[in-house]
């Protein structure tokens, strides 16, 4: 099946600096590459994902980049802020399922 | 109410009860997955139902039971539970979109989550 390695597995940084967080998979067949963000005590919600047949999508702050020949995926957060602080899961899918790494707890320090 | 909703959402309960989570999707959704959320395994697949029919079980024990009566509506049977279970449950959906029933190629929307604890 699909393994999900993400590094860090925690990360500080200084409000207004940028974060990277990376995720590799083993299934060369995974085609759908999303980022979900989980804030203490509430539920993931997706903040961005990307298909096998881009290699990279922004949406303001974020952005993603693919590597399908490496297998490996990136989260780019740039300026960031406090409200940015939470723990940010990648995932590939498989045949029937999301495989998620084991996720990063962002720390933006004010 | 929209969304994902799932009940109750604190649990605790003894090694020997017999409870039920639930869970109820209102976004027309096909697809509704179970997951396990603890310190040492983040997000843990537990079922995946498409159609109300499970089409992925990853190996958990028998004490967890699920059903499906339909797309709308999931629950988590739970029996003789061990301490080792106690975890945050959370209930997931999805839609086809464009590669068919798979859900797994479209934006899960989670529900809020139980808090279970074994005593």
């Known amino acids: 099946g699909e393994n999900v390695e993400q590094h860090p597995s925690t990360l500080s940084v200084q409000e207004g600096d940028s974060a990277v967080i990376k995720c590799t998979y083993s299934d060369s067949a995974s085609n759908y590459f999303p980022w979900y963000k989980q804030e203490l005590g509430k539920r993931p919600q997706l903040i961005i994902d990307?298909?096998?047949?881009?290699g990279e999508k922004k949406d303001q702050r974020i952005a993603v980049t693919l590597n399908k020949t490496a297998k490996h995926f990136s989260l780019h957060i740039t300026e960031t802020q406090p409200e940015d602080s939470a723990v940010y899961f990648c995932a590939a899918s498989g045949s029937y399922q999301l495989t998620f790494g084991k996720g990063t707890k962002l720390s933006v320090i004010p | 109410e929209t969304g994902v909703t799932q009940t109750p959402r604190h649990l605790v309960m003894g090694m020997t009860n017999k409870k039920s989570l639930k869970c109820e999707q209102h976004?027309?959704?096909?697809?509704m997955y179970w997951y396990k959320q603890s310190a040492k395994k983040p997000l843990e697949l537990m079922f995946v139902?498409?159609?109300?029919?499970?089409?992925e079980n990853n190996s958990v024990p028998s004490r967890f039971s699920p059903e499906c009566p339909n797309s709308s509506h999931l629950f988590l049977h739970l029996h003789t539970l061990q301490p080792e279970d106690s975890a945050l449950y959370l209930c997931?959906?999805?839609?086809?979109?464009?590669?068919?029933?798979?859900?797994?190629?479209?934006?899960?929307?989670f529900g809020p989550g139980t808090r279970l604890t074994v005593l």
């Open positions: 139902y498409s159609l109300e029919e499970r089409v």
């Open positions: 990307i298909r096998s047949n881009v």
């Open positions: 997931a959906s999805s839609g086809s979109g464009t590669s068919g029933w798979k859900g797994a190629y479209n934006e899960q929307f």
């Open positions: 976004l027309g959704h096909n697809a």
